[in-house]
T-cell receptor, first 114, second 111 residues
Framework: DGGITQSPKYLFRKEGQNVTLSCEQNLNHDAMYWYRQDPGQGLRLIYYSQIVNDFQKGDIAEGYSVSREKKESFPLTVTSAQKNPTAFYLC?????????????FGSGTRLTVV | KQEVTQIPAALSVPEGENLVLNCSFTDSAIYNLQWFRQDPGKGLTSLLLIQSSQREQTSGRLNASLDKSSGRSTLYIAASQPGDSATYLCALPGGSYIPTFGRGTSLIVHP
């Protein structure tokens, strides 16, 4: 079955460390997105990519970095510059430029600073 | 910029009630509207996708309607069950087709 796989499900980061969250999709979707979700708050867009080798900052990109070297993969790195990284991170994908098919989400990664 | 509002923010009802969740948006030039369900600590599961040319979609006990001219969508849940307890979000493609989300309605259905 096609879908989006996020790994790991839980991730612990020490102060000053960079960590990378994985997002892989086999839906042949062009566009991929990263969102952050905090308790009691809505989804906030971190980065998005509409084609391979191209990505754009979202509303809260500071302290994060991404790459899009393959259509299937859109990893997110949480750098030491992100002062409050503890949150639930969600990856999504869609067909580029076509709203007809909607969006598909992964199951999320919960990141905790220890 | 598209803005999405969901009312109510929270809802607690006894089992068996019929429910209406509301989603309003500011820009009516939309391609579609999608309703999601999120269980605690989980990702978003798509429930219904309504194309801009449609007025409603149904799946089991769920029915979603779309009125572009008034900037509103409703999600109707018939005969609610405790298993329906979750947060329900609506999303619309905004600029560059990036989805814009409401903050969701947190639903508790108690036995």
């Amino acid at each position: 079955d096609g879908g989006i796989t996020q790994s790991p499900k839980y991730l612990f980061r020490k102060e000053g460390q960079n960590v990378t969250l994985s997002c892989e999709q086999n839906l042949n979707h062009d566009a991929m997105y990263w969102y952050r979700q905090d308790p009691g708050q809505g989804l906030r867009l971190i980065y998005y990519s509409q084609i391979v080798n191209d990505f754009q900052k979202g509303d809260i990109a500071e302290g994060y970095s991404v790459s899009r070297e393959k259509k299937e993969s859109f990893p997110l790195t949480v750098t030491s510059a992100q002062k409050n990284p503890t949150a639930f991170y969600l990856c999504a994908s869609s067909m580029r430029g076509q709203g007809d098919y909607g969006y598909t989400f992964g199951s999320g990664t919960r990141l905790t600073v220890v | 910029k598209q803005e999405v509002t969901q009312i109510p923010a929270a809802l607690s009802v006894p089992e068996g009630e019929n429910l209406v969740l509301n989603c309003s948006f500011t820009d009516s030039a939309i391609y579609n509207l999608q309703w999601f369900r999120q269980d605690p600590g989980k990702g978003l599961t798509s429930l219904l996708l309504i194309q801009s040319s449609q007025r409603e979609q149904t799946s089991g006990r769920l029915n979603a309607s779309l009125d572009k001219s008034s900037g509103r969508s409703t999600l109707y849940i018939a005969a609610s069950q405790p298993g329906d307890s979750a947060t329900y979000l609506c999303a619309l493609p905004g600029g560059s087709y990036i989805p814009t989300f409401g903050r969701g309605t947190s639903l508790i259905v108690h036995p």
